[in-house]
């Protein structure tokens, strides 16, 4: 039976207008985009066509701005999901039937990331232009994809996890943006002080681990790290052959496939913040927290 | 059918509920009173299995409903005093999700859901959007909402809060429809008259514990020391008054332009032969009777003279 929540959200999302309004301005941004960076290039060209060496990077580009845009819709998305039901007073209709309190927010969760998707693969046709004139993958765009709903699965747990703790669905939702920064920006800054430090004390070099575990949370860093992959740009090779090798091939791997482990540690928060919210909702949580 | 043992409610130092103890049989229309911050709510959320309860106990059937939370959202159906419905989302569809929700199948919905609009009346506004129903009507259908699952106890939040009197009475029908049904429903309201008017048993809490229980009948009978008489002749008002004056068990005598109410002291023996005194004098009496009790005196004289 197809969870009642995702299907009841499903019904409300599709007949609401301002689904259509985002929908039509992710898809303008995007096009927009598209099209501006096309001019920019065929107008740097001595011959005034497309280059099909700057056109590759026109994909960069188009999968940045979808993970800008999937960074800011999903919190706006999911982190009203619980505060929501409090707000319009239905929360406790929810609780005292047969469901869950883990389906229940799978069933938030699940409807958020639908509506995600749905604006991605809106998007997805004016992926066709680098496709067709930056000869990049289709294997490589599905990846790029996967790699984005892989962050908007976590980013809409830490979102409906906000949405059981605070009563205002606006306060989770600037909270979340505060997070998105302290991860995108925080952690550069955080990795310069800490290279600063290093040096400034004598110790040398950052120690890749160290570095590792600070770009880790980083979204903006494992983008980086997976275009650089597939364009083939050897940019993270060269950046990790100025620090010395020093702890161990694990480590090394993480470095260099940091895309790839970062999807990983988007699946554990993602697990670890949908058992914390249905814990949160769950009413009689109390009574079982005096019972151990 | 229901049996609340020794419950307890705390919240840091405030005890809401303070070891309330009741009784509600099965097929009961159980009225709950109490002023304001009494524990009403506290302890219908408790049954709902909305708040864990400190301690104690509450059973139904042989089960412990505190410790399986399970079985008290199949045997129960929960109706809150504030609720609110979905934007964008039709009463049949509204239905369905709950339906959904209670792990009702598919095919079983749509029959369903059309007997429950039937018995609250909605069936005419099926494809209506819920955010556009009137407050009666949403009223009505987190009514049939609660019963999608037929529970067999119904627990109703101030169900007549904020209806027009139209509206009030038309919940009334629908409850007693309930009744005849065999449900059992807790009720809570702070219009006493007409708890009394629906209620088989009446249980009157007051700062989180039982203060009086049983039918309206009997918490009156046990409470209301003095009855009010009333009495209406055709004609010789004045003698009737005379006689009544005589009498040292009638006090309080008010002597209006056609009827007269006085307050009286005593047992049935002495009412009749009051009565018998005044016919028999030559007043012609059109009614004699004993005037029913307001339940909202009774409720102030048990709550210690607390408004609602």
Known sequence: ??????????????????????LIIFLAITSVGAAFYVYVSMYQNYFYSNDPASMIWLYVVLAGMQMGLV????????????SGERERQTLDLLL????????????????????????????????????????????????????????????SAVSVFFSCIFKKTVISIVLMYLI??????????????YS????????????????????????????????????????????????????????????????????????????????????????????????? | ??????????????????????????????????????????????????????????????VDLTKNPGQLRSKIGYMPDFFGVYDNLKVTEYMDFYAGAYEIPYKDRPALIDDLLEIVDLSHKKDAYVDALSRGMKQRLCLARSLIHDPKLLILDEPASGLDPRARVEMKEILKQLQQMGKTVIISSHILPELAEMCTEVGIIDRGRLAAQGTVQEIMKRLVQKRTIYLRPVEQLEKAAAILREQPSVQDIVENAL??????????????????????????????????????????????????
């Open chain 1, 96 to 155: 005292v039937t047969k469901m869950t309190p883990l389906s229940i927010v799978l069933g938030k969760m699940m409807s958020s990331l639908i509506y995600v998707l749905l604006l991605v693969v809106a998007t997805v046709p004016v992926f066709g232009v680098a496709f067709y004139f930056g000869s990049i993958s289709l294997g490589s765009i599905l990846l790029m994809l996967l790699f984005i709903l892989f962050m908007s699965v976590a980013l």
């Open chain 2, 259 to 308: 009827d007269l109410e006085f307050h009286f002291d005593g047992s049935d023996q002495m009412l009749a032969g009051i009565l018998r005194q005044i016919i028999d004098a030559g007043v012609p009496v059109v009614t004699f009777k004993e005037k029913e009790g307001n339940l909202e005196e009774v409720f102030m004289q048990v709550t210690g003279g607390e408004s609602v």
């Open chain 1, 1 to 22: 039976m197809m969870n009642p929540v995702l299907r009841r959200e499903a019904v409300t999302t599709m007949r609401n207008w301002k689904t259509y309004g985002a």
């Open chain 2, 1 to 62: 059918m229901l049996e609340i043992k020794d419950l307890v409610k705390k919240y840091g130092s405030f005890t809401a509920v303070d070891g309330l103890c009741l009784h509600v049989s099965e097929g009961s229309i159980f009225g709950f009173v109490g002023p304001n911050g009494a524990g009403k709510t506290t302890t219908m959320r408790i049954m709902a299995g909305l708040l864990p309860a400190t301690s104690g106990s509450i059973w139904m059937e042989d």
């Open chain 1, 180 to 193: 998105i920064g302290v991860l995108c920006v925080g952690t550069l800054i955080l990795l310069a002080f």
């Open chain 1, 196 to 292: 600063l430090f290093m040096s400034r004390s004598g110790q040398g070099d950052i120690s890749l681990l160290g570095g590792v575990l600070i770009l880790l949370p980083n979204p903006g860093a494992a983008f980086f790290s997976m275009m650089d992959m597939q364009m083939g740009s050897g940019m993270m090779r060269s950046l990790l052959s100025m620090v010395p090798y020093s702890d161990g091939d694990t480590v090394r791997w993480m470095a260099e496939h940091l895309w790839m482990a970062h999807m990983v540690l988007c699946l554990v928060i993602s697990a670890v913040f949908v058992l914390l919210s249905a814990r949160m909702i769950d009413p009689i949580r109390e009574k079982r927290r005096v019972k151990r």
């Open chain 1, 71 to 82: 960074m800011l819709a999903t919190p706006a998305i999911a982190a009203g999901s619980i």
